[in-house]
């Protein structure tokens, strides 16, 4: 029971989203540096989980943009900044909204709990500065 | 930037949903059960914090089915059974297709890893009483 | 920096709580054929583990009873329910009342999230047998 | 079964306590401009969660300290540093001593493993700058 | 930087564990149970996990039977009693000893803390049935 | 069933791996200094539990090495930064090859899942440190 998937199509490149944001920037840079170390590496699992984790976020019967939004809600539940990040940025890329972001943080906060506080602090800094005008 | 926030339209009652799978119906008359349990209690926090949960799940900037799926994709990458069960159940009622569910999963899938595959292998098995046409 | 250390003094016996509460006997009766096993195998390190985890709630500068509702609050945001029975059965040895019992529970619910409440349900079964009249 | 809550008593400011030490200052001057951001953000569930969040530690059946070292056992437990310096610093503006404070973090300890470790040297630090004379 | 990997020699079947052990049968009969359900959606992402995760515990710089052990660590740590039981049969299938399956557990039990026991206790009922003579 | 146990022999001192590795002098320097402050506050409850950590890792029925990569693969599936440091330190230190370090971590991304990642990468940059020729 599997449906078509392909790529989703992005309203803006990370290059433009770096520009936007001081916070979306260090974090891609840094991605990207440390991205290039692990390719060099050239671990075949790793490649194949890489190569996984791309296609859950495929537009298919749920929408990408929902896709990316789980991821939000995940990492927002597990507590992980550089995942929430992430995903904050693509849901940006994909036309979320910052009150659909804002949604969806919620749904992780009342799962996951006060804990959660800190990280989501830290996301409506970026929410704040992808989302300003 | 609060958006208006309305009741979601349940395509099945939870009573349909018990009737169609005995696994769904082995969990509401528990939880229904336990509820009164707490209900009797009459704990201001609890009553609260029941409130704000189920205020999370509304329709809003995020249509409500969505949110019942972030849930799940949350509920299985924390790995609880019972809250798997829950928001698979709600994602059926709000008219959700066994093909986005299983999106969903696969999203939690990759975002936690094998360890979840036990939950994964328990939420199918719900998946094909309730899809069952 | 470190106070001297005395065994509690319980109000009741593990016998009078098994006796009390079926959940609480199920539960105590399990632990004890299970740890049986365990003593068997004799493994130093396990021992030595038990023996700190002993040390770790007996009267200090904290009283035991905080130190068992501080295990309590752990158990509900670790999402224990074996560890939650264990923690709610010794505070009600030690004389917590139910009201106190449920504020430390209520901690553990805003710090964990709604994840928390299918073992808070069940936690709230297991105070309604230990504290009935 | 819900006992009359009123706010704790405080020793100490947050004010006072950033005057001692170094690391709480850093802490709260960072809390105070993350919140403002997302008080900014004024959204209603957040809001909400807030308040409850903050009802949750008031004076009740159980003394306002030991649910502010409760919510020091789950954060250690839970591994949040921003959640561990937050209720270490309100557990030191009640009044609660060094020693409690160390057999709250052992409890954690114990419950929660070396992995607790990193947290519990970055906990005592703090403590060593707190409770200087 | 990958190495060569390949099957590892078994020295037990499932089916003589199962034989041995009424705990291993139980599980095995419910994997296999369930696993024919989630075969039969044929989810493409689900089939490609499965893949990876065969793939990790292959013979390669690190003997096969020490990523078993890796795994019940992980296992024990995450708390997953289904993961436990399945990486202390993987184990014992390829001739780990109940002493080296102890010495691995004891290093998932000082990483996690004793929210651990619980899932210890059980695991050594497990290894008690498999190793009797 | 207790095994002897005895000091593992290390190839390496922290005093060359810091000299060879920026991350790993920066990691146990940072270490040391919070360890001296905890070693001062001289708690019974975590002194023994330092201790115990130590036994756990000895070379027993389970060469040292693997215990070390064990302890890596729990602490990459509870995203523990400064134990997978630690941890990647230790393996290194008693001779263990990049190649049975990447494939312990291969065993906890597949365990962990995606949310791992960002461990992965800041893991990768301290090993390209630790293995540079």
Redesign the interface.
Same mark, same amino acid.
């Given at each position: 029971?599997?449906?078509d998937r392909k790529e989703p199509i992005y309203l803006f490149s990370e290059k433009q989203v770096a520009e936007k944001s001081a916070l979306a920037r260090h974090f891609l840079d840094n991605?990207t540096r440390?991205?290039e170390?692990?390719d060099?590496?050239?671990?075949?699992?790793?490649k194949?989980?890489y190569n996984?984790?791309h296609? @859950?976020?495929l537009e298919? $019967?749920?929408p990408a943009k929902?896709?990316e939004?789980?991821?939000l =809600?995940?990492?927002v539940?597990? %507590?992980?900044d550089?995942?929430i990040t992430y995903h904050a940025i693509q849901s940006y890329r994909l036309g979320v909204?910052? @009150?659909?972001q804002?949604? $969806?943080i919620?749904?992780?906060?009342?799962?996951?709990?006060?804990? =959660?506080?800190?990280h989501?602090? %830290?996301a409506?800094?970026l929410?704040?500065e992808l989302y300003f005008a």
């Open positions: 029971m599997t449906t991605r440390l991205n170390n692990v060099k590496a050239d671990n075949f699992l790793v194949r989980f996984l984790d296609n @859950a976020y298919g $019967a749920v929902y896709k939004l789980m991821g =809600v995940a990492s539940s597990l %507590r992980c550089d995942c909204t910052r @009150a659909e804002e949604e $969806a919620n749904v992780a906060l009342v799962i996951g709990g006060s804990i =959660v506080i800190p989501l602090r %830290r409506y800094e929410l704040t």
